[in-house]
């Protein structure tokens, strides 16, 4: 499978504490995406990074990218209540035989953040 | 930009009728749309890929006759759970990516289907 999984299943943190989240996958990859989802409500897209990139920000967003590991990490800083959510990474495969752009998810992590 | 709507938010349904959920790219023309379904705390299932103007490709496991699919234009896609059943119950997501280059994906905000 080429999916990707987020460690951990759940992380609970005060406010103003950083988050880190990691992702590993098993096949080569053109690109992995970070994406946060509310409950209840569809996904919204956060920042992605090229097989050949290593670091990428975005705000308070920090993410990494260790294509000799097969992982990834999303690092967000001085978190917020409002960061309260499930975050999934995605990778898009490097195989061009497979459809052009489809997404592998991992299974997530939920993150509460506590005021 | 990069506005993707789905329809309904949430139905309810009886089991043996059929439910569509529409979903539109609002501000741009989308090459294709994708299918997800989503089980409390799981991630996403992709369902199937469909491109305008041609027959959708479903992901193995997938009931084609149960879940059909139209994308009729670029703009709007269309999932039809036919004779749903209470284990169809599920969120059921959509995304569309609008450039065939292009590899993020704009998701809708989903729709809860209940059958009863």
């Known amino acids: 499978s080429q999916q990707g999984e987020e460690d951990p299943q759940a992380l609970s943190i005060q406010e103003g504490e950083n988050a880190t989240m990691n992702c590993s996958y098993k096949t080569s990859i053109n690109n992995l995406q970070w994406y946060r989802q509310n409950s209840g409500r569809g996904l919204v897209h956060l920042i992605l990074?090229?097989?050949?990139?290593r670091e990428k920000h975005s705000g308070r967003l920090r993410v990494t990218l260790d294509t000799s590991k097969k992982s990834s990490s999303l690092l967000i800083t001085a978190s917020r209540a409002a960061d309260t959510a499930s975050y999934f990474c995605a990778t898009v495969a490097a195989d061009r035989g497979s459809t052009l752009g489809r997404l592998y998810f991992g299974r997530g992590t939920q993150l509460t953040v506590w005021p | 930009g990069a506005v993707v709507s789905q329809h309904p938010s949430w139905v309810i349904c009886k089991s043996g009728t059929s439910v569509k959920i529409e979903c539109r790219s609002l501000?741009?023309?989308?090459?294709?749309m994708f299918w997800y379904r989503q089980f409390p705390k799981q991630s996403l299932m992709l369902m199937a890929t469909s491109n305008e103007g041609s027959k959708a490709t479903y992901e193995q496991g997938v009931e084609k006759d149960k879940f059909l699919i139209n994308h009729a234009s670029l703009t709007l896609s269309t999932l039809t759970v036919t004779s749903a059943h209470p284990e169809d119950s599920s969120f059921y997501i959509c995304?569309?990516?609008?450039?065939?280059?292009?590899?993020?994906?704009?998701f809708g905000p989903g729709t809860r289907l209940t059958v009863t």
């Open positions: 501000d741009f023309q989308a090459t294709t």
């Open positions: 990074i090229r097989s050949n990139e």
């Open positions: 995304s569309a990516r609008g450039q065939p280059s292009g590899y993020e994906q704009y």
